[in-house]
């Protein structure tokens, strides 16, 4: 295993080299976007623009893959003066936590909220709410005023020859799609308009309930404000998107390589598992849970000191989300990540369970590094192992996942207590016949 390691460092150098270019690539067309934003606010002061973007810089950091860069416009509204009317299931069409927002009848301040424009009046007389402000209106409403910002700071060269077009702007059913030219690159943007509004989140409330994240960033996240985004024409829905990001950067202020391994997994998931991009798979939010669960399965710092090591923490973690067809949400367990996702979950798996065992083919980059790959790490009843914790769902545990990375060659804990733990989960899955000996 240790012969392998300087290959891992020599891909992880590759994916560094490139990060340079790629975050001035990515700071000139967001300023592009701000430049826009900054105009639509002028246009119209109901749309704030949000320049806080550290933790977005921070994130792209991360990304090989080119997926769609979330803009949040936060709305100038008194979010804590709305009222929260939760929706039932079937009308949320399964959506976490979908509501609509209403303006009380007595509030002061939200009159620009009760334009035509953004507002529908509550046709059933309640003695709460006058009406809802509408996400789909709110949409249009942004979608005209991003069009008049583009024509004004083209008008008044306030963005460079270009970078963009009318044309680029598409509505989507949830956000504002805007193509950005950067240099050689092209990026793409999903504005999305928020509310942002303190919410209860159980999973972090007990924050010292949580290993393998610091206990202090843990209380600052859970002070911070929830976002709702439209979920629908008529319904918005929590997002947890940014306080899933900051739970990311908690891990990156600890030591080890618990970031380099997501970073090199997108780079393998966008080259090998999605052909370049070319095909459906994984997208980075799915592997940021993947690195988010790991570091509550695998919490001391001596499971993330070796790189290697640190990436197979992520494998085992994905293989058997995959085998069982169930990535839970971090902060929502309940909600499957991989459901009505649309994605061919056995070949996938396969794909990710062959890198797994010979992961060589995958990181060579350059002709220096080829040669003849090892035998591969693991034989059959890799499989069966996997989805154990679909039929037990005890099984999601450290000493179950210890067991998987003893199967990779990748078990390197020398604490007696987790050794212990690891072998009493290994001879209880060779008894249920699990294991292939």
């Known amino acids: ?31 592009v976007v701000l430049t826009l934003l900054g105009r639509v606010h002028a246009l119209d002061p109901r749309f704030l623009v949000d320049y806080s973007r550290d933790l977005e810089a921070f994130q792209f950091a991360l990304r090989s893959s080119e997926g ?28 976490l936590g979908c509501c609509r927002l209403g303006l009380p009848r007595e509030a002061a301040g939200l009159e620009c909220w009760k334009a035509d424009d953004v507002f529908e009046a509550s046709l059933e007389g309640s003695a709460e709410c006058c009406g809802h402000i509408v996400p789909g209106k709110v949409l249009r409403v942004l979608k005209d005023r991003l069009v008049a ?71 600052g996240i859970v002070r911070q404000k929830a976002a709702l985004v439209p ?35 997108d780079r393998v998931n966008h080259e090998s598992w999605r052909d370049g991009g070319r095909s459906p798979g994984l997208t980075f939010g799915h592997l940021k849970t993947v690195l988010l669960w790991a570091a509550t399965l695998f919490p001391v710092p001596e499971d993330w000191a070796e790189l290697q090591g640190a990436v197979y923490r992520l494998l085992v973690v994905l293989l058997c989300c995959l085998a069982t067809r169930n990535l839970p ?13 649309g994605l061919d979950l056995g070949a996938l798996y396969q794909r990710v369970e062959r890198f797994a065992s010979q992961p060589e083919a995958a990181l ?10 090892p035998p591969p790490r693991v034989g059959s009843g890799l499989r069966a192992l996997l989805q154990l914790p679909s039929s037990e769902p005890a099984y999601w545990a ?7 990375l003893d199967k990779f060659q990748a078990f390197n804990i020398q604490d007696e207590q987790r050794v212990s733990a690891m072998q009493s989960v290994f001879l209880k899955t060779k008894t249920l016949g699990a294991e292939d000996g």
């Open 1 to 31: 295993m240790a012969v392998q390691v300087p290959l891992w460092h020599h891909y992880l150098q590759a994916l560094r080299s490139r990060a340079a270019s790629r975050a001035q690539e990515h700071q000139r067309a967001e300023d």
């Open 68 to 95: 769609p860069l979330d803009v949040e416009v936060p709305l100038w509204v008194d979010a804590e003066a709305l009222v929260i009317e939760e929706v039932g299931a079937a009308e949320a069409g399964g959506g």
């Open 149 to 219: 910002a583009v024509v004004y700071c083209k008008h008044h060269h306030l963005i460079s020859p270009g970078s963009l077009s009318v044309d680029s702007l598409r509505e989507e059913q949830l956000g504002l799609s805007l193509r950005v030219s950067s240099g050689w690159r092209t990026l793409c943007f999903n504005v999305v308009p928020v509310v942002r509004k303190r919410l209860r989140v159980p999973t972090l409330e007990g924050a010292r309930l949580v290993p393998g994240f610091p206990e202090g960033a843990l209380r």
């Open 231 to 265: 979920a629908s024409a008529e319904l918005w829905r929590v997002s947890t998107d940014y306080l899933l990001t900051r739970l990311l950067g908690a891990l990156g202020s600890l030591r080890g390589h618990r970031l380099d391994s997501l970073s090199i997994l």
């Open 329 to 341: 949400h971090f902060l929502h367990p309940e909600r499957n990540l991989l459901q009505d996702a």
């Open 364 to 373: 060579r980059i350059h002709a220096t590094h080829l040669g003849r790959s």
């Open 398 to 404: 450290t000493a179950y996942f210890d067991v998987l």
